[in-house]
Each structure stands twice: as C-alpha cells, then as structure tokens.
C-alpha cells in the first residue's frame, strides 16, 4: 500500500480514507452516530473502480480491478487503527461494516467471501452488510447464501432504485443482471433459508417515487420478508446540500406510505456528503485519482 489520506467531514463524525496500492485505488467511509461506543458503521471497497455504471455514480464504469481479501481486510483495520477504536467489537453496541463503498460484490465473491470470513473471525460481534444490485451470477449467489447460513451476522441489501425493469436498465446499465422479480425471488429464498429480513435501498430522485412507482414495489417485495432503506441521490461531482434538504419532504412522503403498509423503513440523508464526498456514489478522490492516471 503506497499511501493513505484520511478527510475529516466538519461536522465530526464523518472521515472518508482514501487507499492507494500503486495501481488501484480504494475509498472506504467512517460513520460515527452520536459516539462510537454507541454505532459505528465503516463502509469498504470490493473492488478499484467498477464496471457497472450506475448513472449517479462517480466512478462511471471505469474498472481498475478486484481488490483482494487482504486489500479489502485492510481497510477495516487501517480505519479502526487510525481512530484508535479497535475494540470497536466489544466497546460498541452496535458496529456494521457495509460493503457497498466501490465495486459490485458479487463481481469479486471469491475475495469478498474470504475477506467476511476473516474480519468475522476478527470482530464476532460485527454486522456484514453486503450491497447489490444483482449481476447475472448464479455461482455467486450460491455461495454467498452457503455463507449466509454460516455466518449469521451477514445481511443483504439490494441495490434498485427504479420500480420497473425499463427504467433500472437505464439507469444500471451493466447486463447480464436479474430482473426485479428474479432479485425478489433470491430474496424471498435468502430470507428462508437465514430467517433474516432482507434490505431494499431505494435511492429517491425526481421521477421514481409516483403512487404507481410505491404500489409496484409494494407488490414485489413483500413487508413480511423485505425493510425499505430510501435514500437521497448525493451528488457524483459537486456539493449538492440544497437538493438534498428538498428531497427529505418527498421521502418523508413515501417513507410514510411504507410505514402505513407494514414495512420496516430508515432513511439514509448520510453526513459528510457536502464536504468530503462521503454519500453513496460520490468518490470524488477516486474520480480524481482516475483523472491523473490517465484512465478519465
């Protein structure tokens, strides 16, 4: 690992890490709510850039490449390490590490599935959230639920962000990828066989949240085996404080309507996304990164 640069959100609970091994770069982010002894969440990369291009993503589809186990177990213990918070495990009541920073998951299972064995090895109490937005990958399905039913501190979120199949290739281009009903169909077989709730991460824009949008999801995924997540769209390039602030009124809104069905609903507004780029997609020290190398 050549170098390390850490950014402080000024709102002081937020430090995004930038990872430079020499020919790939890594982001992973540092939440703290009210105190680290109370929730600490850390959010890692699987992979140096990614081939999916999510529209709303800062990285594109510029693929650098897979980040090894070791590369992705790095970054957990630099964090920890740096805010002198290793016994995060046992001093926290709650500590989450999402891997949902950069790269698709289950494009990089053999990595991902040695680096969640290590770290739950290393941190028992730890939550693993793995984030996806369901590549066509039927060897990695399978094994990652072997590995649910193994680890029971393994979650799953899916990544989908548009209520019809038309408008989520649009803006998730990358194919082969499952339909929505076949990433419903996985989830109900993932709840199952873990008896686990399975997350659905709905970012909100200007266009995806009509009456007829929330019916359809609400006709998909069932409350009894999926909790909704809504999300703002942070912004990929600049600051974007503003938008962010007019979105809550519509999410309250169709947060409201979840509630009202019978579904499990948190909101997700992420602190330091106006300073440090530290929202979902944002990245901007990779696009940076990517930008001097020559690979943008």
């Not at 920073?101 to 939550?127: Q, V, W, Y």
Request: charged share 25%.
């Amino acid at each position: 690992m050549n170098d390390v640069k850490r950014f402080d959100s000024s709102e002081g609970n937020v430090w995004k890490y930038v990872f430079d091994f020499g020919d790939a770069i890594a982001e992973a982010v540092l939440y703290k709510y009210e105190s680290f002894n109370k929730l600490t969440v850390l959010c890692v990369s699987v992979q140096s850039g990614c081939p999916v291009g999510c529209k709303f993503c800062g990285t594109g589809n510029k693929f650098i490449r897979n980040l090894t186990s070791d590369e992705i177990v790095k970054q957990v213990h630099y964090c920890l390490h740096d805010m002198n918070i290793e016994d995060v495990n046992t001093a926290s009541e709650r500590f989450q590490i999402m891997f949902m920073s950069m790269g698709e998951p289950m494009l990089n299972m053999d990595a991902l599935r040695g680096a969640i064995i290590e770290l739950n090895t290393h941190f028992r109490n730890a939550e693993l959230l793995v984030s996806t937005m369901m590549p066509k990958n039927p060897k990695s399905l399978h094994t990652f639920l072997g590995l649910s039913q193994y680890i029971h501190k393994i979650g799953l979120q899916f990544s989908i962000h548009e209520a019809n199949d038309e408008r989520r290739n649009k803006l998730i281009p990358y194919e082969p990828k499952y339909s929505l009903r076949e990433i419903r169909d996985y989830g109900i077989i993932w709840n199952h066989t873990t008896n686990r709730p399975v997350y659905i991460n709905y970012c909100i824009s200007e266009d995806n949240h009509s009456d007829e949008d929330i019916n359809r999801l609400m006709d998909l995924f069932s409350p009894r085996v999926f909790n909704i997540t809504l999300s703002v769209i942070c912004s990929s390039d600049e600051t974007m404080k503003d938008a962010g602030f007019r979105n809550l009124e519509t999410i309250k809104k169709v947060s409201d309507k979840f509630l009202e069905n019978g579904y499990n609903v948190r909101t997700f507004n992420p602190a330091g996304q106006d300073d440090i780029g530290g929202g979902c997609g944002q990245l901007w020290y990779v696009q940076e990164w990517l930008r001097r190398e020559g690979k943008k």
